[in-house]
Nanobody, 117 residues
Framework: QVQLVESGGGLVQAGGSLRLSCAAS????????MGWYRQAPGKQRELVAT???????NYADSVKGRFTVSRDNAKNTVYLQMSSLKPEDAAVYYC???????????WGQGTQVTVSS
């Protein structure tokens, strides 16, 4: 069984920064993709950023240059450093783990990010 535990959400002023963390435990296997998605009220869940076990990253165009995804494989943890936050970044941010062995997809419980203008 896989568990994803997120932390780091909160309230920040526009232009500020936040760092999200997500620790994975269980049958993770070494080859996987970890990342972050977000869902604002009334909108579909969308990709924010992903990073695979080799360190290759992928970002949504809307966050390129402002957000940085990273991971610590020894700790099975993925991070999202968010800078220059905008009100439109406000959403519930979900950690995601895709285990390539069997293509199993897991989600965290979500953490709220609120950006005040």
């Amino acid at each position: 069984q896989v568990q994803l535990v997120e932390s780091g959400g909160g309230l920040v002023q526009a232009g500020g920064s936040l760092r999200l963390s997500c620790a994975a435990s269980g049958d993770i296997f070494s080859t996987n993709v970890m990342g972050w998605y977000r869902q604002a009220p009334g909108k579909q869940r969308e990709l924010v950023a992903t990073i695979n076990s080799g360190g290759s990253t992928n970002y949504a165009d809307s966050v390129k240059g402002r957000f940085t995804v990273s991971r610590d494989n020894a700790k099975n943890t993925v991070y999202l450093q968010m800078s220059s936050l905008k009100p439109e970044d406000a959403a519930v941010y979900y950690c995601n783990l895709l285990v390539l062995r069997g293509f199993k997809n897991y989600w965290g419980q979500g953490t709220q990010v609120t950006v005040s203008s």
